[in-house]
Structures are given as structure tokens and as C-alpha cells.
């Protein structure tokens, strides 16, 4: 199972690059056939006049981008189920070797970390239309498996604080659940401040489409994340003796819970609402990747990577 674990990872790695590079190409064909007017109405019939006893002419239109956009999106889109089935998979055939949620140190947390994200993307793209912003997820997520590719694979027992499966499994899991929907929102951030109110793009989702995605990813993350909290809290107190201590990475989770926090009083404030909010959901990501990387470069309880 370990070895199935590690093919499926290599294997969900490259689907996942195959549809990052795709969704670049489904995003720019998009573009430039949306603006490029005279490319798509190249692609209308042209009609000849038929003669005398003549059959009237077929008609053939020209390929456009738009129609090359078409086929890029959907491979990009089956692409990236693809590579959330294998990532996915390598995770379960891991957890099935170790017995618990396979997320024990950085090379675990970032296939999870990765997961999460192509998961809350798929999830919102299935009722939303951002396919064209897509491959800002699936960077995020690219980068996270590519780092993970640098990272030790070998499974290593668990460090004392760690050793508590039932807790682990499902603190981490919330954690990964919440990481990978916010960063939806930060796609969505990033496309509304680049769309603006007066919608400058064709290509791109309209700011009320962008503007409902990123408050829909915050409404499913915020709640997960805060659970998560409490219940690391919870397991703190079994661990080291205390609820809590100001330990970077926590200081770090509930400075971020407070930025989301802020973000949704702000949209619901109208002084604050559209580019304001965006760029509070822009800062809490990165508070996000602080928080999850932080602990590498600040010493402290949660200082257990496995590096």
C-alpha cells in the first residue's frame, strides 16, 4: 500500500500540472477570443451564391479560440477530477498503512493541503461559473504537491503530541477542509479586484458571480475552521496540560480566524463591501500559508514537521 500510495501521488502530481497548464490555456483562448471580435466572427458561414443547376454550398465556419477555449476547459476540468481521484487515492491507501488520517508531518499536510483545495474548487465550480479562474487553485494546489515531492515520504511513527489518532484524524481533516475552500475565496478575491464593479472582462466571471463565491467559500470555511480551533484547543489541554498557550501556530490560526471574521462584518457593511472586502479575503489566505508554514520557521509546540 505504501508503494501504491507514492504512484498514486506521482501520478495525481502530473495530472494535476497537465490540468494547471490546461486551465492557463482554457483562461487565455477565453481571453482572446472574447476580445478578439473579428476571430470569432471569422468563424461565421460564409455564403456563396449557388448557380443554374449548381448545389448550394456547404458551409464550413473556421475554428475560432473560443472553440479551442471549449476543449481546453473540459480537459482541464476532467484533468483536475483526475488528479483529485489519485491525490485522494494516494492519501487513503497511506491512511490504510498507518492506520489513521495520513497527515502526520509537511509531505502528509501538503498532498492533504492540495486535496483540499481541488476539492472546494470542483465544489463551487459545479455551481458556479469560474472555471476561468481556475487555474489560481490549482496553482496554489500544484505548488503545495510539488513541495511535497521534495519532502521525506517515509512513514515515521508519530511524535508524543501527535500520538492521538481519533484526534488527529479529525482536527487535521477540518483544517485541510477549511485551507482548501478559503483558497477559493482568495481566487475569487483576486479575480473581483482584476474584474472590478464595472466588470472590465468578458472572460473573466462577473464581480457578482466572484463577489458570491468568495462569501460562499468563507460561509463553508469559517465555521470548519473555527470547529477546528477549538477542538486543537481541546487537544492541547490532553497533550500539554493547557487549552492554550500562544504558541505560534495558534497565535497564528486565531489571528487568521479574526481576519475571515472581519471579512464577514465588512461585506455586510455597504462602505465596505466589493474591493475592501476582496482585499481582507486577499490578507486572510496569506494568513492561511503563514499559518500552515509558519511552524518551519518559528520554533514552538507545533514544531513537529518531520523535517
Known amino acids: 500500500m505504501a508503494t501504491l500510495s507514492q504512484y498514486l501521488f506521482v501520478v495525481g502530481a502530473l495530472l494535476l500540472l497537465f490540468a494547471f497548464v490546461l486551465s492557463v490555456g482554457y483562461t487565455t483562448l477565453l481571453a482572446v477570443g472574447r476580445r478578439a471580435t473579428a476571430a470569432v466572427t471569422a468563424g461565421v458561414p460564409r455564403l456563396a451564391a449557388a448557380g443554374p443547376g449548381q448545389a448550394a454550398p456547404v458551409l464550413t465556419a473556421a475554428p475560432t479560440p473560443l472553440q ?7 480537459l482541464a476540468y476532467g484533468l483536475t477530477w483526475a488528479a483529485f481521484l489519485a491525490l485522494a487515492g494516494s492519501l487513503l491507501a497511506r491512511a490504510m498503512v ?5 497527515w502526520g508531518n509537511m509531505y502528509e499536510f501538503s498532498i492533504a493541503f492540495a486535496v483540499g483545495i481541488i476539492g472546494g474548487y470542483l465544489f463551487l465550480a459545479r455551481r458556479y461559473p469560474i472555471r476561468s479562474i481556475g487555474f489560481l487553485p490549482l496553482g ?11 519532502l521525506p515520504a517515509a512513514i515515521e511513527p508519530l511524535v508524543p503530541a501527535l500520538d492521538n489518532p481519533p484526534l488527529l484524524t ?4 477540518m483544517a485541510m477542509i477549511a485551507y482548501g475552500v478559503l483558497a477559493v475565496s482568495f481566487a475569487a478575491a483576486v479575480g473581483y479586484l482584476a474584474q ?12 457578482d458571480v466572484l463577489d458570491a463565491v468568495a462569501y460562499r467559500s468563507v460561509v463553508i470555511g469559517f465555521p470548519i475552521f473555527a470547529t477546528m480551533i477549538i477542538l486543537g484547543s481541546y487537544w492541547a489541554s490532553i497533550a500539554w496540560g493547557r487549552y492554550w498557550g500562544w504558541d505560534p501556530k495558534e497565535t497564528s490560526a486565531l ?8 471579512y464577514l462584518h465588512a461585506r455586510s457593511q455597504p462602505s465596505w463591501r466589493g474591493r475592501p472586502a476582496a482585499l481582507v479575503l486577499v490578507i486572510g489566505f496569506g494568513a492561511v500559508l ?8 518559528f520554533s514552538g509546540l507545533h514544531s513537529y514537521s518531520g523535517l
Open 140 to 150: 496554489v494546489a500544484l505548488f503545495l504537491a510539488g513541495y511535497a515531492a521534495t
Open 196 to 207: 472590478g464593479e464595472e466588470d472590465r472582462f468578458a472572460w473573466l466571471p462577473s464581480h
Open 255 to 262: 489571528v487568521t480566524w479574526l481576519i475571515y471574521a472581519l
Open 98 to 102: 498507518v492506520e489513521r488520517g495520513p
Open 290 to 297: 503563514f499559518t500552515y508554514f509558519g511552524n518551519l520557521f
Open 170 to 173: 479529525v482536527h487535521v481533516a
Open 68 to 74: 479551442g477555449a471549449a476543449t481546453a476547459g473540459a
